[in-house]
């Protein structure tokens, strides 16, 4: 069986909707069962857990031999992957996918990238089979971005190999359910690196609605994302992130998505066409 953490999230929900069209029945870790089947669908076990209740992290990985492991962006993350990594030790799993963030380093100046690299560290210390996907910006994150026509950012120039989730998750899928991926750590990446006034025109072209990249400073972005609610260290991270976007953090592109699911990932343009109602403020998109 797998279990998989953040099933609701994301990510997670990709990975198990794929999960489910591959024959496999997953069981998902959650903090409302009921809420989370009626989303999932019935052809996932939803189990209510807590990471800061070790016992409830115990019980869901009973009869449990693969992971896919995800935890929300806090600073207790590898605190909480650590209780996940050692369950599945005592429950006997052979294989963990964990979903990291790309340029993992104890030494990285962001946050979410060392607290990242920790956690990889405890999974590659725990004897158990791993894999590790380092992707880089996600073509989702566009959706919060996109208010009244325009993306700010403080990205200048820079250019981001960005990928879709959904590629993602369909590399997890493929190391969770094939052999040979066990040890691999997979930077994912979209087909080309875009600056966000190229992000801009695509998302114009595909959706049929006029967008524009306006250039904004550092404190703009941070202030911004705190005041949706983003905990103060992160929102500091994400301005700090944008700022190395010029000095090419992210421009840059890798084969892994297709060398591991043998199709190539996902175009920006394919993207948008997809979520072009989420983009323009219609239906969300797939």
């Known amino acids: 069986m797998i279990l998989v953490t953040g099933g609701t999230g994301r990510v997670g929900s990709q990975v198990i909707k794929l999960l489910v069209a591959a024959g496999e029945r997953p069981r998902a870790f959650v903090r409302d069962s009921a809420a989370a089947r009626q989303r999932l ?128 998750a369909a590399v997890a899928v493929a190391a969770l359910t094939d052999h040979g991926h066990e040890g691999r750590i997979y930077t994912l990446s979209g087909p080309e690196p875009l600056s966000f006034d190229d992000v801009a025109r695509v998302l114009s072209e595909a959706t049929g609605s006029q967008m524009r990249h306006v250039r904004v400073s550092p404190t703009a972005v941070r202030t911004a994302l705190e005041r949706a609610g983003v905990a103060a260290w992160f929102a500091d991270d994400m301005s700090r992130l944008q700022q190395l976007f010029p000095a090419g953090y992210e421009d840059f592109t890798t084969d892994d998505v297709r060398s591991v699911t043998g199709s190539s990932p996902r175009t920006l343009a394919e993207f948008a066409g997809d979520f072009a109602g989420a983009l323009t403020g219609g239906p969300q998109g797939r």
């Open 41 to 168: 669908g019935e052809q996932v076990e939803a189990v209510t857990g807590d990471l800061d209740r070790p016992e409830t992290v115990d019980a869901a990985l009973t009869g449990v031999d693969r992971v896919f492991l995800m935890t929300p962006q806090n600073t207790r993350q590898p605190q909480w992957e650590q209780t996940v990594i050692q369950a599945a030790g005592r429950a006997g799993a052979r294989h963990i996918v964990k979903l990291s963030v790309v340029k993992a380093d104890e030494r990285a100046s962001l946050q979410i990238a060392r607290q990242h690299r920790q956690a990889e560290q405890t999974l590659e210390q725990s004897g158990l089979a791993y894999t590790i996907l380092r992707p880089l910006f996600f073509m989702q994150n566009l959706l919060g971005m996109v208010r009244d026509g325009a993306i700010r950012t403080a990205a200048g120039d820079g250019r981001v190999g960005m990928v879709d989730v959904r590629d993602v």
